[in-house]
């Protein structure tokens, strides 16, 4: 990806005219272009640890050239974004090393056990969280354990229906192997273009079709892990009472510990038919009870959001469409069925049935459509706000259906009242269960002269509201650096024993991603 910027970086670009149009109405315009000609600290690993990690990998996968260490320093949430605009790059890696086996991260991982080095695994590098942050105090050096070239399918089950994965595969090529057979696995977050499958996995990542797909932790059956205290495989059936399931140890555990070399998955053949449409609903409430009916029903379509009145009313679900007239107002829910053509009939005609009865008005395949084609590209959309000084960042959390309402209203406040006057908050569902819902904040507001220091005040409200209301830190963006601090509220202080009880026999000498996610 872009250095300093999310995405391809031929896909980069200016404001559309309509949303130049809507910030400088509400925001002004105030040109803040990232600085290109940055310098980086100079790799810190002695000579001789370097010859060695080159003996371990080969001397082609090991650099410690500037652009490499450049691409692999931190991930992409607007506090990263805005620290590499600006030129801090102090968090570089001494060197990227890329193995290319589960024996070669075997080898990288007691390497670094022997001379005490910090090794933060790398996949797409889409972290939001400060996951890719890790502490280099009291270590020889740190090191980017890129995956990028462990990109093979490995084995397909047809008779399970389960596919074996490199972690290094992003989310196309990996779509890409699997339809060569004949199969899919389903899982589209916003970071598709850009994430892996060994981040999916660490992150407990949750796809834009988790309502027909199911969450990606839900989809993994088995696991080959690396750890310092050697290899680690999980999942030998599809369900087993033989203990507490491990496999959820590894799964959310950002690589602190253990490295994820293997995932198991399950597939489901390529869809012969996908069908989208939008629905207008009076308001947020409506249109989440009507999802709360279908969770409760067993009647979810495959992909199933809805953006609230002020989400709605900028077109985000669209952002080619963003300062366009919304004509149809309201509510916009965006639902999707995948499947054979006559399942997909079948449930879209249930789902419809009952939209209709809550007070849901179809509004046809165009808008569903439209958001299928725009459906990656709002991180862009970011870069270019930040261009012209405006602060946009997202934060999520989770919730059950009885406080959905209460959550909704706390956070909001609390971002604008940190943020002040002239502070746009969105919001959507995009991930809905029988029991509750997520709900995804969109903030955008005047950057000013401290933009870092403004959104770090603001999430830490926004953090310190959700706790409070009983909702999660986090629902699929993990933890990372940014939301340790909140863990502990969460999963109480046993909880957070338990977490160091691991690291602490799994890596012993705390070499995997020091700092990440362990309270």
């Known amino acids: 990806m872009h250095p300093s910027r999310w995405g391809d970086p031929a896909r980069a670009g200016g404001l559309p005219d309509g949303a130049r149009g809507l910030v400088e109405m509400v925001f002004g315009v105030h040109e803040r272009p990232a600085l290109d000609a940055v310098t980086l600290p100079a790799s810190g690993l002695a000579d001789d640890l370097l010859e060695s990690l080159r003996a371990v990998v080969g001397a082609d996968h090991v650099h410690t050239d500037d652009a490499t260490r450049r691409l692999r320093t931190r991930g992409k949430s607007t506090p990263d974004?805005?620290?590499?605009?600006?030129?801090?790059?102090?968090?570089?890696?001494?060197?990227?090393?890329?193995?290319?086996?589960?024996?070669?991260?075997?080898?990288?991982?007691?390497?670094?056990?022997?001379?005490?080095?910090?090794?933060?695994?790398?996949?797409?590098?889409?972290?939001?969280?400060?996951?890719?942050?890790?502490?280099?105090?009291?270590?020889?050096?740190?090191?980017?354990?890129?995956?990028?070239?462990?990109?093979?399918?490995?084995?397909?089950?047809?008779?399970?229906?389960?596919?074996?994965?490199?972690?290094?595969?992003?989310?196309?090529?990996?779509?890409?192997?699997?339809?060569?057979?004949?199969?899919?696995?389903?899982?589209?977050?916003?970071?598709?273009?850009?994430?892996?499958?060994?981040?999916?996995?660490?992150?407990?990542?949750?796809?834009?079709?988790?309502?027909?797909?199911?969450?990606?932790?839900?989809?993994?059956?088995?696991?080959r892990v690396a750890t310092p205290r050697g290899e680690w495989r999980l999942g030998t059936a599809p369900a087993t009472a033989a203990g507490p399931d491990l496999r959820q140890l590894v799964l959310g555990s950002e690589g602190a510990f253990g490295v994820i070399t293997e995932v198991t998955v399950r597939v489901r053949p390529v869809p012969a038919e996908r069908r989208y449409e939008?629905?207008?609903?009076?308001?947020?409430?409506?249109?989440?009870?009507?999802?709360?009916?279908?969770?409760?029903?067993?009647?979810?379509?495959?992909?199933?959001?809805?953006?609230?009145?002020?989400?709605?009313?900028?077109?985000?679900?669209?952002?080619?469409?963003?300062?366009?007239?919304?004509?149809?107002g309201a509510c916009l829910m965006i639902t999707g069925y995948e499947g054979e053509p006559e399942v997909v009939e079948a449930r879209r005609a249930a789902v419809a049935a009952v939209l209709e009865a809550r007070g849901g008005r179809c509004v046809g395949a165009e808008a569903g459509e439209a958001w299928v084609r725009g459906r990656f590209d709002a991180p862009y959309l970011r870069d270019a706000l930040l261009d012209v000084g405006v602060l946009v960042e997202t934060l999520e959390t989770a919730t059950f259906w009885s406080r959905r309402e209460a959550v909704y209203d706390v956070v909001r406040s609390a971002l604008q009242a940190s943020l002040g006057e002239g502070t746009l908050v969105l919001c959507h569902v995009s991930h809905v269960y029988e029991t509750g819902c997520s709900l995804y904040f969109t903030v955008a507001t005047p950057g000013g002269d401290h933009p870092l220091e403004r959104w770090l005040a603001a999430k830490a409200a926004a953090s310190d509201a959700m706790t409070a209301a009983g909702a999660t830190i986090t629902h699929h963006h993990a933890v990372g650096t940014d939301h340790k601090p909140w863990l502990t509220r969460e999963i109480g202080e046993l909880g957070g024993s338990v977490l160091r009880a691991v690291k602490a026999d799994l890596d012993p000498t705390g070499v995997l991603n020091p700092g990440v996610l362990v309270p």
């Open 81 to 223: 974004l805005l620290r590499q605009r600006s030129g801090d790059l102090d968090d570089a890696p001494d060197a990227v090393v890329r193995p290319g086996d589960h024996e070669e991260v075997a080898a990288v991982l007691a390497w670094a056990v022997q001379h005490h080095v910090a090794v933060v695994p790398f996949g797409g590098g889409t972290s939001v969280t400060g996951g890719l942050v890790a502490r280099r105090e009291g270590y020889a050096g740190l090191v980017s354990l890129d995956l990028v070239r462990m990109k093979r399918l490995l084995g397909v089950d047809r008779t399970s229906m389960t596919a074996t994965l490199e972690p290094g595969l992003r989310g196309p090529e990996a779509e890409a192997l699997l339809a060569a057979e004949g199969l899919t696995l389903g899982h589209y977050p916003q970071s598709f273009e850009h994430a892996t499958i060994g981040g999916f996995a660490a992150t407990r990542s949750s796809g834009q079709a988790s309502a027909g797909y199911g969450r990606f932790d839900a989809l993994v059956v088995a696991l």
């Open 278 to 328: 939008g629905w207008r609903w009076p308001d947020f409430a409506t249109g989440t009870e009507a999802m709360r009916t279908l969770a409760q029903a067993g009647l979810l379509p495959t992909v199933l959001r809805l953006s609230d009145e002020a989400e709605s009313g900028l077109n985000l679900a669209h952002p080619d469409a963003i300062g366009q007239e919304n004509a149809d």
